[in-house]
């Protein structure tokens, strides 16, 4: 088995995190290794590491016969390492392995009686998070390609239901949600995405614009970086290019936009500096409108509904399924409901998305109208 473990250097470019990074954004991977200096403050970052850190240590109390690599003594770690692969007779805490210059660490590998060798992650999290699955199939994709015959894969989150009886007893903080049939019928994807994110970091910077992805699995640490580079009517992304214009920033009625940026942060609150962002990035439309448009078909109302067909006359609501503000409501509450199917959601969903869609359009069709009259 040793005689495929690829040597740990400098010159390895890809880890699991990495790879993470990569599918959440090519871009966000090639600022981390060419420009991580342009990561933006994250006050909560170190807490939620030492949480991540705390549940590690907590977990190898399940197997208390566990050795550990310890990073501290590096040289001795990766020692230790080769030493387990060749005699695998006790759990192993945090090992170096790499692959195809894939790095890994492992939390948790258990050997079994049967010679196979089970594989934890441990997450300080109360359940299987899409990402997860990601991080590990990576590394029994790396550990199988090394020889090692690992057998089945666990994610171990906290269980939301332990009480703390006190005295250091954490039995019972754990669960184990066994993934193996996941991982072996996702293993495949793996080259790919090493071959891809190489090719990225073999390029230039991606230009990709902020959106939606900027927040999802991940607060991206760029996003300041990226959000400052944003064009202030980004045209291009339209629905022609197939992508939305993904933040509120030319809009019709400030007030009201900000006041529901604000609500919204209030009750999301992971999201709360980037919508806070936003909302100081709003330009209304509605004064510049009223100041220097009016058409006799308005007939004295400068509301949306009454100026847009006066400047864009082939934007049609009433195409949609969803026509107005109102009937976007109902389509939220109407999805949210527990009784609404899944079938139903998607039609809703897709709904809303045009609406919106057509919403983001009006909006840079008046800009560009008023930016052509001034
Ligand atoms: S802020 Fe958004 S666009 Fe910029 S690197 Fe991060 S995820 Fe990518």
């Not at 981390?32 to 990561?39: F, K, M, S, T, V």
Request: net charge negative; glycine share 8%.
């Amino acid at each position: 088995m040793l005689g495929h473990m690829t040597t740990i250097t400098a010159s390895i470019r890809l880890s699991k995190s990495k790879i993470l990074s990569g599918l959440q954004c090519a871009k966000r991977l090639w600022l981390e290794i060419n420009h991580p200096e342009l990561r933006g403050d994250d006050p909560a970052l170190e807490a939620r590491l030492q949480a991540g850190t705390d549940v590690g240590v907590i977990a190898r109390r399940e197997w208390p016969d566990g050795i550990l690599a310890d990073e501290s003594n590096y040289d001795r770690a990766l020692a230790m390492t080769a030493d387990w692969v060749a005699n695998p007779a006790r759990p192993l805490f945090e090992g170096f392995f790499a692959f195809d210059g894939v790095r890994i660490r492992p939390d948790a590998l258990v050997p079994q009686p049967d010679g196979s060798i089970d594989l934890y992650e441990v997450k300080s999290s109360t359940s299987v998070k899409d990402y997860h699955l990601t991080d590990v199939t990576v590394q029994a994709w790396v550990l199988r390609n090394l020889g090692l015959p690992i057998g089945r894969v666990f994610l171990t989150h906290l269980d939301n239901t332990f009480v703390y009886p006190g005295g250091g007893d954490y039995r019972g903080l754990f669960r184990h949600e066994e993934l193996t049939g996941f991982v072996a019928a996702n293993a495949w994807q793996v080259p790919e995405w090493v071959a891809r994110f190489r090719s990225v970091l073999g390029g230039s910077e991606p230009a990709i614009l902020t959106g939606t992805h900027c927040h999802t699995p991940f607060s991206c640490p760029f996003f300041e970086h990226c959000d400052g580079k944003q064009p202030e009517f980004p045209v291009g992304l339209l629905p022609r290019g197939g992508k939305l214009v993904e933040q509120l920033r030319v809009v019709y009625n400030a007030g009201f936009e900000r006041r529901m940026l604000r609500e919204t942060a209030e009750h999301v609150p992971h999201l709360a500096k980037s919508l806070n962002l936003i909302s100081e990035r709003v330009v209304d439309l509605w004064p510049l409108t009223v100041i220097s448009w009016y058409h006799p078909q308005m007939k004295g109302s400068w509301s949306l509904k009454k100026v847009l067909p006066t400047v864009a006359s082939d934007l049609d609501y009433q195409a949609n399924a969803v026509t107005h503000g109102g009937e976007a409501a109902e389509a939220i509450a109407e999805y949210v409901h527990p009784m609404t199917s899944k079938a139903r959601r998607l039609e809703i969903a897709d709904a809303l998305r045009e609406y919106c869609k057509l919403d983001t359009l009006a909006m840079v069709r008046l800009a560009h109208h008023l930016e052509a009259i001034a």
